[in-house]
């Protein structure tokens, strides 16, 4: 009877020793193959540093490597009046490439990409720690880069890189240096001017969506880089590095051009630039609720000359009505308001019932605003919650405008 070793091998189980070829070393290829960079000397230790020098106008897309707009809007914004007197060369964009999402002590950065404006271009550095030993390093190099820059600008720096960074700076009992530095966060600007229009309102989103810049295929997506430096540690490979600061580069190419963009579409809205109804009541929202109603009122006048969806065109009209009725200007609020009646707008009934009854004495008149304003709550198609909201106001104001009649 065969043993149980020979119907093994005739299965083709391997038995007894393995005579394989032995594993071969994992590969270790330093950072200094992967990336033209350099280790410099700091007065914390060494840290390698990758730079490089884009021409001033450099093309990102559709936009540009310059500063050349005023940023007074942009500075009005931010509550950093002073950003508006600054020279190109002030400002520095900064993002951090990190060991995860969620902050914490653990969580450290181990690439920080910076960008100024020099004499001779647009100069990009990026540090990295081939060792988180680096980081005390890396923070003194950062530190004296940033040094002429006035404004930092980010992309949702402030409530994660430079919180992250500060950290960084107190666990290594390094002063903070960036305390008095203005910082212009530009994830919540974009917010404001493309929430309406843009599905998704990410630093890579708009990129490809407003600068026109199409990534290569050598980017590394952005959830995948906390573990491959993880892998990097583990391994010494740095070859999946590569990826990682191209990621960082195009990051901070884009908060540069986005920022010069930004700043003329808040500049001059109505100079043709801005192509898009949606984007151009953004914008005038923008200067309402920075008081400059001036502006506010012709950019969203304009607005009303463009195609809108139905509910957008509502809100700017409702909008730019109050602003004509804040400022005196009653003909343009009524003539705003009559056209919002026709399209079944109950605020709209009840300013113009408002109207008639406080400024003309028109009991009348406001009656019937008031009544057509109930006609149209008691529509099938009308939403519960305007019958919620306004039913029970309008009922008295009829109540009382009926007694006013015939009293």
């Known amino acids: 009877m065969p043993s149980l070793s020979d119907r093994l091998k005739a299965l083709g189980v391997k038995v007894g020793a393995d005579d394989s070829a032995p594993a071969q070393p994992a590969r270790k290829v330093p950072i200094e193959k992967v990336v033209p960079?350099?280790?410099?000397?700091?007065?914390?230790?060494?840290?390698?540093?990758?730079?490089?020098?884009?021409?001033?106008?450099?093309?990102?897309?559709?936009?540009?490597?310059?500063?050349?707009?005023?940023?007074?809007?942009?500075?009005?914004?931010?509550?950093?009046?002073?950003?508006?007197?600054?020279?190109?060369?002030?400002?520095?964009?900064?993002?951090t490439e990190t060991t995860g999402l969620a902050g914490g002590t653990g969580t450290f950065a181990f690439m920080v990409g910076a960008g100024r404006f020099e004499e001779g271009g647009f100069r990009l550095t990026q540090f990295f720690l081939r060792d988180p030993a680096e980081e005390p390093a890396l923070l003194h190099a950062l530190e004296e880069f940033l040094a002429p820059a006035a404004t930092l600008?980010?992309?949702?720096?402030?409530?994660?890189?430079?919180?992250?960074?500060h950290a960084r700076y107190i666990s290594n009992r390094r002063a903070y240096p960036f305390s008095?530095?203005?910082?212009?966060?530009?994830?919540?600007?974009?917010?404001?001017?493309?929430?309406?229009?843009?599905?998704?309102?990410?630093?890579?989103?708009?990129?490809?969506?407003?600068?026109?810049a199409a990534r290569t295929g050598e980017d590394t997506p952005g959830y995948l880089?906390?573990?491959?430096?993880?892998?990097?540690?583990?391994?010494?490979?740095?070859?999946?590095?590569?990826?990682?600061?191209?990621?960082?580069?195009?990051?901070?190419?884009s908060l540069a051009a986005l920022t010069d963009h930004i700043a003329h579409l808040l500049a001059d809205p109505l100079d043709g630039r801005v192509a898009h109804a949606l984007d151009l009541a953004a914008i005038g929202r923008l200067n309402e609720?920075?008081?400059?109603?001036?502006?506010?009122?012709?950019?969203?006048?304009?607005?009303?000359?463009?195609?809108?969806?139905?509910?957008?065109?509502?809100?700017?009209?409702?909008?730019?009505?109050?602003?004509?009725?804040r400022h005196g200007a009653l003909p343009q609020a009524l003539s705003?308001?009559?056209?919002?009646?026709?399209?079944?707008?109950?605020?709209?009934?009840?300013?113009?019932?408002?109207?008639?009854?406080?400024?003309e004495k028109n009991y009348?008149?406001?009656?019937k605003w008031t009544e057509a304003a109930l006609a149209i709550l008691k529509?099938?198609?009308?939403?519960?919650?305007?019958?919620?909201?306004?039913?029970?106001?309008?009922?008295?104001?009829?109540n009382r405008l009926e007694g006013k009649l015939t009293g």
């Open 37 to 95: 960079g350099e280790s410099i000397s700091t007065p914390e230790g060494e840290v390698f540093i990758v730079q490089k020098i884009f021409p001033h106008g450099h093309a990102h897309g559709r936009a540009a490597l310059h500063l050349h707009t005023p940023l007074d809007l942009m500075a009005a914004w931010a509550d950093e009046a002073h950003i508006a007197n600054h020279t190109p060369e002030q400002f520095a964009f900064i993002d």
């Open 153 to 165: 600008v980010s992309f949702n720096g402030k409530s994660f890189d430079m919180p992250l960074l």
């Open 180 to 212: 008095d530095t203005a910082h212009i966060d530009l994830l919540h600007l974009a917010r404001r001017l493309w929430r309406d229009r843009l599905p998704d309102r990410s630093l890579g989103y708009l990129e490809e969506h407003i600068l026109g």
């Open 225 to 253: 880089i906390p573990q491959m430096y993880f892998d990097y540690l583990r391994s010494r490979d740095a070859s999946p590095m590569k990826g990682i600061f191209y990621h960082n580069a195009m990051d901070i190419l």
């Open 289 to 325: 609720d920075l008081g400059r109603t001036g502006q506010a009122c012709a950019i969203l006048t304009a607005c009303l000359d463009h195609e809108l969806p139905t509910d957008a065109r509502h809100q700017v009209v409702r909008r730019l009505s109050f602003l004509h009725k």
């Open 336 to 359: 705003l308001w009559w056209q919002a009646a026709a399209d079944r707008q109950i605020y709209a009934h009840e300013e113009l019932a408002k109207y008639y009854e406080h400024t």
């Open 364 to 367: 009348s008149e406001a009656l």
């Open 379 to 398: 529509m099938k198609d009308t939403p519960f919650t305007e019958k919620l909201q306004w039913e029970v106001a309008l009922q008295h104001r009829k």
